[in-house]
């Protein structure tokens, strides 16, 4: 409130701001206090840089975490596929936040039962991990994770064990033991 006050109109800093609280407010579980910061610091983003600037992409992403745990899984699908398409476009086709956008969609796609377009998804996201970290990433072990979410949901069980391993496999060598 502080910051609010002493500021001028909108300031990259104050969206700044907002968002990280919201940040906050959601690890804390207070979810409409998040959904409230996030929604004012994407407005103030839209405001200074436009809808497609990168920082309004990356609040659009923390809504849609939020409205996923809120169960408003088609308003956090839509806020995703928002995301995807600003990323796209403001970072190009092979950068690594296009894959952790696409591991976001394909596990919203997961919950939803939509299976096949949930793998479409994480294999995408996997090809351009695996281009960008030849050596291996702990990204491409959380896209490897929801690929075996899929074939679980799907009954695959011994393929779904299969992606499980090499995701535990690349997490101990990225991550440690």
Do not use: W
């Not at 600037?53 to 996923?68: D, E, I, P, S, T």
């Not at 745990?69 to 950068?95: N, P």
């Not at 690929?147 to 799907?154: A, D, K, M, P």
Request: glycine residues 10%; contains cysteine.
């Amino acid at each position: 409130r502080v910051y609010r006050r002493a500021s001028e109109g909108d300031s990259a800093e104050l969206a700044n701001v907002l968002s990280e609280l919201g940040c906050v407010f959601h690890r804390q579980g207070l979810l409409d206090r998040a959904m409230k910061k996030m929604e004012e610091a994407y407005e103030m983003f839209r405001r200074l840089y436009g809808e497609d600037h990168y920082k309004a992409g990356v609040v659009l992403n923390n809504m849609a975490l939020v409205l996923r745990i809120q169960g408003r899984a088609a308003e956090s699908l839509a806020m995703q596929e928002k995301e995807l398409d600003i990323c796209r476009r403001t970072l190009g086709s092979d950068h690594d936040d296009i894959a952790r956008s696409l591991s976001n969609l394909g596990f919203l796609y997961t919950q939803q039962g939509m299976f096949a377009v949930a793998l479409a998804k994480h294999e995408e996201g996997l090809s351009i991990v695996r281009r960008n970290h030849p050596e291996r990433s702990s990204l491409e072990g959380a896209l490897l994770l929801g690929v075996g979410q899929v074939y679980s949901g799907q009954g695959k069980l011994e393929d779904a064990l299969e992606m499980y391993k090499k995701a535990l496999r690349i997490f101990r060598k990225t991550l440690g033991p």
